[in-house]
């Protein structure tokens, strides 16, 4: 168990109780993901990085550009992705997909992550 404290975690969760309480009772199984703007910077995660063993960082960290995606084991755990969208929405689908990409590929900033599902 851990505590996840955003805005779309709290409205999953709400979303969750009330349908328990009308009787479509589910367990909670929500993606998680946040995003924030601070001033020219755009930051968005996907998964939780608890447990990584690797990392990978994609882009120009200089260029405030990039992407770190969180292995363990070689399977994608998550990815912090600043100024990096295309990443966050392709990246995201490996989380998901539990994905063990090829490493070199990965690294690479001109492989669309879409590639490595």
């Not at 968005?44 to 990978?56: E, K, L, P, R, Y």
């Amino acid at each position: 168990m851990m505590r996840v404290e955003s805005v779309q975690n709290a409205n999953d969760m709400a979303t969750c109780v009330a349908k328990g309480i009308c009787g479509d009772e589910k367990p909670y199984k929500a993606f998680p993901w946040f995003w924030s703007n601070q001033y020219d910077l755009r930051l968005q995660t996907a998964g939780i990085n608890m447990g990584f063993d690797q990392t990978v960082v994609r882009g120009d960290v200089s260029a405030r550009s990039f992407s770190v995606v969180y292995l363990r084991d070689g399977k994608v755990l998550a990815l912090d992705c600043v100024n990096m969208v295309k990443d966050y929405v392709q990246g995201r689908k490996l989380v998901e997909a539990g994905a063990r990409p090829d490493l070199e590929r990965l690294a690479d900033a001109a492989t669309p992550l879409k590639e490595l599902v």
